[in-house]
Protein backbone atom coordinates (compact mmCIF):
# COMPACT_ATOMS: atom_id res chain seq x y z
CA UNK A 1 0.00 0.00 0.00
CA UNK A 2 1.68 3.11 -0.84
CA UNK A 3 0.24 6.85 -0.51
CA UNK A 4 -0.98 8.69 -3.64
CA UNK A 5 -1.34 12.76 -3.58
CA UNK A 6 -3.80 13.95 -6.17
CA UNK A 7 -3.41 17.72 -6.98
CA UNK A 8 -6.49 19.72 -8.25
CA UNK A 9 -6.33 23.03 -9.84
CA UNK A 10 -10.25 23.91 -8.62
CA UNK A 11 -11.52 26.30 -11.08
CA UNK A 12 -14.28 24.33 -12.24
CA UNK A 13 -15.92 22.80 -9.49
CA UNK A 14 -18.45 20.12 -10.73
CA UNK A 15 -15.90 18.87 -13.47
CA UNK A 16 -13.19 18.48 -10.83
CA UNK A 17 -15.52 16.49 -8.40
CA UNK A 18 -15.95 13.46 -11.50
CA UNK A 19 -12.20 13.74 -12.59
CA UNK A 20 -11.16 13.13 -8.61
CA UNK A 21 -13.87 10.51 -7.95
CA UNK A 22 -12.61 8.64 -10.99
CA UNK A 23 -8.71 9.05 -10.04
CA UNK A 24 -9.83 8.22 -6.22
CA UNK A 25 -11.25 5.05 -7.63
CA UNK A 26 -9.19 3.86 -9.47
CA UNK A 27 -6.16 4.21 -7.29
CA UNK A 28 -8.19 2.59 -4.02
CA UNK A 29 -8.95 -0.16 -6.22
CA UNK A 30 -5.30 -0.51 -6.91
CA UNK A 31 -5.25 -0.86 -3.02
CA UNK A 32 -3.30 2.62 -2.60
CA UNK A 33 -4.01 5.81 -0.12
CA UNK A 34 -5.10 8.68 -1.35
CA UNK A 35 -4.86 12.36 -0.15
CA UNK A 36 -6.07 16.08 -2.07
CA UNK A 37 -4.95 19.12 -1.83
CA UNK A 38 -6.36 22.06 -4.06
CA UNK A 39 -4.65 24.92 -5.62
CA UNK A 40 -6.19 27.44 -7.72
CA UNK A 41 -5.37 27.04 -11.07
CA UNK A 42 -3.41 24.20 -13.48
CA UNK A 43 -0.54 26.44 -13.31
CA UNK A 44 0.12 26.08 -9.63
CA UNK A 45 0.23 22.21 -10.42
CA UNK A 46 3.49 21.15 -11.00
CA UNK A 47 4.91 23.19 -8.03
CA UNK A 48 2.91 22.23 -5.77
CA UNK A 49 4.03 18.49 -6.75
CA UNK A 50 7.87 19.49 -6.80
CA UNK A 51 7.46 20.86 -3.03
CA UNK A 52 4.78 17.61 -1.90
CA UNK A 53 8.01 15.20 -3.36
CA UNK A 54 10.48 16.99 -1.07
CA UNK A 55 8.93 15.94 1.91
CA UNK A 56 9.29 12.10 0.62
CA UNK A 57 5.30 11.30 1.85
CA UNK A 58 3.67 10.30 -1.23
CA UNK A 59 4.93 7.48 -4.03
CA UNK A 60 2.96 9.12 -6.51
CA UNK A 61 1.12 11.95 -8.07
CA UNK A 62 -1.98 12.39 -10.10
CA UNK A 63 -2.61 16.04 -11.49
CA UNK A 64 -6.44 17.03 -11.65
CA UNK A 65 -7.98 19.91 -13.73
CA UNK A 66 -10.03 21.87 -16.62
CA UNK A 67 -8.76 24.14 -18.88
CA UNK A 68 -11.25 25.70 -21.25
CA UNK A 69 -9.99 28.11 -24.03
CA UNK A 70 -10.95 31.59 -23.29
CA UNK A 71 -10.47 34.33 -25.95
CA UNK A 72 -7.18 35.29 -25.73
CA UNK A 73 -3.65 33.46 -25.56
CA UNK A 74 -4.20 32.22 -21.57
CA UNK A 75 -5.26 29.14 -22.68
CA UNK A 76 -1.98 28.35 -24.37
CA UNK A 77 -0.25 29.43 -21.34
CA UNK A 78 -1.84 27.59 -19.07
CA UNK A 79 -2.28 24.12 -21.10
CA UNK A 80 0.83 24.21 -22.11
CA UNK A 81 2.86 25.23 -19.15
CA UNK A 82 0.85 23.23 -16.68
CA UNK A 83 2.19 19.98 -18.73
CA UNK A 84 5.51 20.95 -19.78
CA UNK A 85 6.02 21.25 -15.89
CA UNK A 86 4.80 17.89 -15.43
CA UNK A 87 6.53 16.31 -17.96
CA UNK A 88 9.33 17.94 -16.63
CA UNK A 89 8.66 16.17 -13.04
CA UNK A 90 8.12 12.88 -15.12
CA UNK A 91 11.78 13.50 -16.36
CA UNK A 92 13.24 13.63 -13.20
CA UNK A 93 11.39 10.33 -11.78
CA UNK A 94 8.38 11.38 -10.21
CA UNK A 95 5.67 8.72 -10.81
CA UNK A 96 2.55 11.53 -11.80
CA UNK A 97 -0.74 10.91 -14.10
CA UNK A 98 -1.72 14.08 -15.87
CA UNK A 99 -5.26 14.42 -15.50
CA UNK A 100 -6.00 18.03 -16.70
CA UNK A 101 -8.21 18.31 -19.32
CA UNK A 102 -7.34 20.80 -21.82
CA UNK A 103 -10.58 21.32 -23.86
CA UNK A 104 -12.76 23.51 -26.27
CA UNK A 105 -15.48 24.07 -24.37
CA UNK A 106 -17.51 22.82 -21.46
CA UNK A 107 -19.04 19.78 -23.35
CA UNK A 108 -15.99 18.31 -24.47
CA UNK A 109 -14.83 18.18 -20.19
CA UNK A 110 -18.10 16.78 -19.21
CA UNK A 111 -17.00 13.66 -21.69
CA UNK A 112 -14.09 13.60 -20.52
CA UNK A 113 -14.28 14.01 -16.79
CA UNK A 114 -17.70 11.63 -16.27
CA UNK A 115 -16.00 8.16 -14.76
CA UNK A 116 -18.87 6.92 -16.65
CA UNK A 117 -17.87 7.93 -19.82
CA UNK A 118 -14.26 8.88 -20.63
CA UNK A 119 -12.78 8.55 -17.41
CA UNK A 120 -10.10 10.89 -17.51
CA UNK A 121 -9.17 11.23 -13.64
CA UNK A 122 -9.23 7.11 -13.74
CA UNK A 123 -6.87 7.19 -17.02
CA UNK A 124 -4.66 9.44 -15.34
CA UNK A 125 -4.60 7.43 -11.61
CA UNK A 126 -3.56 4.53 -13.81
CA UNK A 127 -0.71 6.40 -15.28
CA UNK A 128 0.56 7.52 -12.15
CA UNK A 129 0.35 3.44 -10.73
CA UNK A 130 2.05 2.38 -14.48
CA UNK A 131 4.91 4.53 -13.29
CA UNK A 132 4.79 3.98 -9.68
CA UNK A 133 5.38 0.31 -10.49
CA UNK A 134 8.40 0.56 -12.55
CA UNK A 135 9.97 2.59 -10.05
CA UNK A 136 9.38 -0.19 -7.73
CA UNK A 137 10.91 -2.83 -10.16
CA UNK A 138 13.82 -0.35 -11.14
CA UNK A 139 14.28 2.14 -8.48
N1 LIG B 1 -7.93 29.79 -17.12
C1 LIG B 1 -7.68 28.72 -16.34
C2 LIG B 1 -6.72 28.79 -15.32
N2 LIG B 1 -6.06 29.95 -15.09
C3 LIG B 1 -5.40 30.27 -13.87
C4 LIG B 1 -3.96 29.84 -13.81
O1 LIG B 1 -3.84 28.44 -13.79
C5 LIG B 1 -3.30 30.38 -12.57
O2 LIG B 1 -3.97 29.92 -11.43
C6 LIG B 1 -3.23 31.89 -12.53
O3 LIG B 1 -2.64 32.39 -13.71
C7 LIG B 1 -2.41 32.37 -11.32
O4 LIG B 1 -1.09 31.85 -11.38
N3 LIG B 1 -6.46 27.70 -14.56
C8 LIG B 1 -7.12 26.52 -14.77
O5 LIG B 1 -6.88 25.53 -14.05
N4 LIG B 1 -8.06 26.44 -15.76
C9 LIG B 1 -8.35 27.51 -16.55
O6 LIG B 1 -9.23 27.37 -17.45
C1 LIG C 1 -7.62 29.26 -20.01
C2 LIG C 1 -8.32 30.34 -20.70
O1 LIG C 1 -8.14 30.53 -21.88
C3 LIG C 1 -9.24 31.17 -19.98
O2 LIG C 1 -10.00 30.65 -18.98
C4 LIG C 1 -9.02 32.61 -20.01
O3 LIG C 1 -10.02 33.16 -20.83
P1 LIG C 1 -9.74 34.46 -21.71
O4 LIG C 1 -8.69 34.10 -22.70
O5 LIG C 1 -11.08 34.70 -22.34
O6 LIG C 1 -9.30 35.53 -20.75
Same mark, same amino acid.
Given at each position: ????? +?????? !???? $? ?5 ? %? ?33 ? !??? !??? +? ?32 ? $?? +? ?11 ? %? ?10 ? %?? %? ?12
Amino acid at each position: MAQFL +IVEARF !YDHL $NDMLIAG %ARDALEAAGHSVEVVTVPGALEVPGTIALADQTGR !YEG !YVA +IGVVIRGETYHFEIVAGESARGIMALTMDGVAIG $NG +ILTVENEAQAIVR %ADPAQKDKGGEA %AK %AALALYELRRRWG
